[in-house]
C-alpha cells in the first residue's frame, strides 16, 4: 500500500427530507445562486421550483439556467457561465444527475476565472489554464451514480473536438456543500438507475484491479460498496419505490469517490477513458450503459494480464466453487457480472447499443489523443478491448 493522504471538505448533508434545509444552507455560501440543472427531470419532478421557493424562504435569490445535456458540453457551461457573471451570482447549485453537478463545478470556475471552459482542461501536450477563483458551489443530486458530490471532478464534452476529458482540482472545486437525499432518486425510471448503479461500482472496480495487492482493507471496503449495489440494485429494479434500497444505493455512490476506498492504491482507471471515447462521438448513449458494454471485455484483458484480482472478484462477490480455478474462474467472473449487467436491465455490448465494429480503432485513437495510453495497454490491446466489447 502506497502511503495516503485523505482530504475531503465536503459537508454532506445525508438522509430522507434533507432537501428541506437547502435554502438553509445556501444562505451560508452567498446572497444570489445560479442554479445549474437539466432541460427537463426537475422541472417535470417540480424539484426546481420546489428549490427555488426553499432559497426564497430563507432570503436567497436565484436564476435558473436549464439547458444542461448529459454528457455536459462546454458551450452549455459558458452560457450558464455567463448568465452568472451577467445576474451578479455569487455562487453555483448544481441540480440534477451527474450532468449537472459537473456542469455547476464548470461554471464555478468559468464564472469565477472568466475564459472557456476548454482552458481549464489538461490533455496530452496540453498544459491547461490555472484556475484563480472559483465560485462557492453546492450540489442536490436527483441520481446515484457520479459521486460528484463528494468530490472535486468533472468530466465535459466538447462536440466540435469530439473529446471528452476532465478537470480535478481539490483546491478549487469540491463542493462546499452537498446535500443527498435519498428520497430525490425516487422518480429516477429503472434504466437510468442501472446506468447510475454501474457507474458506482465502476468507480471502486477501476483501482481494485490495477492498483497495490496489499490493500486489503480498501479492498473490502470496495467489495462491500459493489455488493451493496447489486443487492440493492436488483431489489429497486423489482421496486423503485424501495426506499431503504435507494438510501443504500445513493449512500454507496456518495462514498465510491469521497476519498478512502481508492485511498494507497495508486491504481489506474481504464474503462472510464475507454467510455469517454465512446460517447465522445455517441453522445445519445449514457454513461454507465457504455461500461456496462465494455467491463466485460476488460475484465477478459485484466484475466490475461493480473488473474488475481479477477480470482479475488470471483471468489468474494460470486462465491466461486472450489473446483473452478484458472481460466474457468475468470469466465465464472465474467458470466456473473454479465448476469448482473442484464439482469438490471443494461446491455453487455456495443452492438445493442446500435455501436458499429467500424469504430473501434477510431475509439482506441481518440482514448490515446486525449489521456494517453492507459495501464500497461498499447493500442493493439486497446483495439482489442473495443472489439471484444462488440
Given at each position: 500500500?502506497?502511503?495516503?493522504?485523505?482530504?475531503?471538505?465536503?459537508?454532506?448533508?445525508?438522509g430522507?427530507g434533507?432537501?428541506e434545509?437547502?435554502?438553509?444552507?445556501a444562505k451560508?455560501?452567498?446572497?444570489?445562486?445560479?442554479?445549474?440543472t437539466?432541460k427537463?427531470?426537475?422541472?417535470k419532478?417540480?424539484?426546481l421550483?420546489r428549490?427555488?421557493?426553499l432559497l426564497?424562504?430563507?432570503g436567497?435569490k436565484?436564476v435558473?439556467?436549464a439547458g444542461?445535456?448529459?454528457?455536459?458540453?462546454n458551450?452549455?457551461?459558458e452560457?450558464?457561465s455567463?448568465?452568472?457573471?451577467?445576474?451578479?451570482?455569487?455562487f453555483?447549485?448544481?441540480?440534477?444527475?451527474g450532468?449537472?453537478?459537473?456542469?455547476?463545478?464548470?461554471?464555478a470556475v468559468?464564472?469565477?476565472s472568466?475564459?472557456?471552459?476548454w482552458?481549464?482542461?489538461?490533455?496530452?501536450?496540453?498544459?491547461?489554464?490555472?484556475?484563480?477563483?472559483s465560485?462557492?458551489?453546492m450540489?442536490?443530486p436527483?441520481l446515484s451514480?457520479?459521486?460528484?458530490?463528494?468530490?472535486?471532478?468533472a468530466?465535459?464534452?466538447?462536440p466540435?473536438?469530439?473529446?471528452k476529458?476532465?478537470?480535478?482540482?481539490?483546491?478549487k472545486?469540491?463542493?462546499?456543500?452537498?446535500?443527498?437525499?435519498?428520497d430525490l432518486?425516487?422518480?429516477?425510471?429503472?434504466?437510468?438507475?442501472?446506468e447510475?448503479?454501474i457507474?458506482v461500482?465502476?468507480?471502486?472496480?477501476?483501482?481494485?484491479?490495477?492498483?497495490?495487492t496489499?490493500?486489503?482493507?480498501?479492498?473490502?471496503?470496495t467489495e462491500?460498496?459493489?455488493?451493496t449495489?447489486m443487492e440493492?440494485?436488483?431489489?429497486v429494479?423489482?421496486?423503485?419505490g424501495d426506499?431503504?434500497?435507494?438510501?443504500?444505493?445513493?449512500?454507496?455512490?456518495?462514498?465510491?469517490?469521497?476519498?478512502?476506498?481508492n485511498?494507497g492504491?495508486a491504481?489506474a482507471w481504464?474503462?472510464?477513458?475507454l467510455?469517454?471515447a465512446?460517447?465522445?462521438?455517441f453522445?445519445?448513449?449514457?454513461?454507465?450503459?457504455?461500461?456496462a458494454?465494455i467491463?466485460?471485455?476488460y475484465?477478459?484483458?485484466?484475466?490475461?494480464?493480473?488473474p488475481?484480482?479477477?480470482h479475488?472478484l470471483a471468489?468474494?462477490?460470486?462465491?466461486?466453487?472450489?473446483d473452478?480455478?484458472?481460466e474457468?474462474?475468470?469466465?465464472?467472473c465474467?458470466?456473473?457480472?454479465?448476469k448482473?449487467?442484464?439482469d438490471i436491465?443494461?446491455?453487455?455490448?456495443?452492438?445493442?447499443?446500435n455501436?458499429?465494429?467500424?469504430n473501434m480503432?477510431?475509439f482506441?485513437?481518440?482514448?490515446?489523443?486525449?489521456?494517453?495510453?492507459?495501464?500497461k495497454l498499447?493500442?493493439?490491446?486497446?483495439?482489442?478491448?473495443f472489439?471484444?466489447a462488440?
Amino acid at each position: 500500500m502506497k502511503n495516503l493522504m485523505i482530504y475531503n471538505p465536503v459537508k454532506i448533508h445525508f438522509g430522507a427530507g434533507e432537501i428541506e434545509n437547502a435554502g438553509r444552507l445556501a444562505k451560508t455560501l452567498g446572497k444570489k445562486a445560479v442554479i445549474v440543472t437539466g432541460k427537463n427531470s426537475t422541472k417535470k419532478t417540480g424539484l426546481l421550483d420546489r428549490t427555488i421557493k426553499l432559497l426564497e424562504k430563507e432570503g436567497v435569490k436565484s436564476v435558473v439556467y436549464a439547458g444542461i445535456t448529459p454528457n455536459p458540453k462546454n458551450t452549455e457551461v459558458e452560457e450558464a457561465s455567463a448568465l452568472a457573471v451577467k445576474e451578479g451570482c455569487d455562487f453555483v447549485i448544481g441540480l440534477g444527475g451527474g450532468s449537472a453537478m459537473d456542469a455547476a463545478k464548470g461554471v464555478a470556475v468559468v464564472a469565477g476565472s472568466g475564459g472557456k471552459l476548454w482552458d481549464y482542461i489538461g490533455l496530452p501536450g496540453k498544459k491547461p489554464k490555472d484556475i484563480g477563483k472559483s465560485l462557492p458551489i453546492m450540489l442536490i443530486p436527483t441520481l446515484s451514480a457520479t459521486g460528484s458530490e463528494g468530490n472535486p471532478a468533472a468530466v465535459f464534452s466538447n462536440p466540435v473536438l469530439n473529446q471528452k476529458a476532465a478537470i480535478y482540482n481539490p483546491d478549487k472545486i469540491f463542493p462546499a456543500i452537498s446535500i443527498v437525499d435519498p428520497d430525490l432518486t425516487l422518480s429516477v425510471p429503472p434504466k437510468q438507475t442501472a446506468e447510475g448503479i454501474i457507474d458506482v461500482i465502476m468507480h471502486v472496480l477501476e483501482e481494485y484491479l490495477t492498483g497495490e495487492t496489499d490493500c486489503d482493507m480498501q479492498d473490502r471496503f470496495t467489495e462491500g460498496i459493489i455488493l451493496t449495489c447489486m443487492e440493492e440494485g436488483r431489489r429497486v429494479m423489482k421496486n423503485p419505490g424501495d426506499k431503504h434500497a435507494r438510501a443504500q444505493i445513493a449512500l454507496s455512490s456518495t462514498v465510491a469517490l469521497q476519498g478512502l476506498p481508492n485511498s494507497g492504491r495508486a491504481g489506474a482507471w481504464v474503462v472510464h477513458p475507454l467510455e469517454h471515447a465512446v460517447t465522445a462521438y455517441f453522445d445519445n448513449i449514457a454513461h454507465g450503459a457504455g461500461i456496462a458494454a465494455i467491463l466485460p471485455s476488460y475484465l477478459k484483458y485484466l484475466g490475461e494480464v493480473k488473474p488475481d484480482k479477477v480470482h479475488q472478484l470471483a471468489d468474494r462477490l460470486f462465491d466461486a466453487p472450489k473446483d473452478v480455478k484458472g481460466e474457468l474462474k475468470i469466465a465464472f467472473c465474467i458470466e456473473n457480472f454479465r448476469k448482473f449487467i442484464t439482469d438490471i436491465g443494461l446491455s453487455d455490448n456495443f452492438k445493442d447499443l446500435n455501436i458499429g465494429m467500424e469504430n473501434m480503432e477510431k475509439f482506441a485513437d481518440k482514448v490515446i489523443e486525449v489521456g494517453g495510453l492507459p495501464w500497461k495497454l498499447d493500442r493493439p490491446r486497446l483495439v482489442q478491448i473495443f472489439k471484444g466489447a462488440f
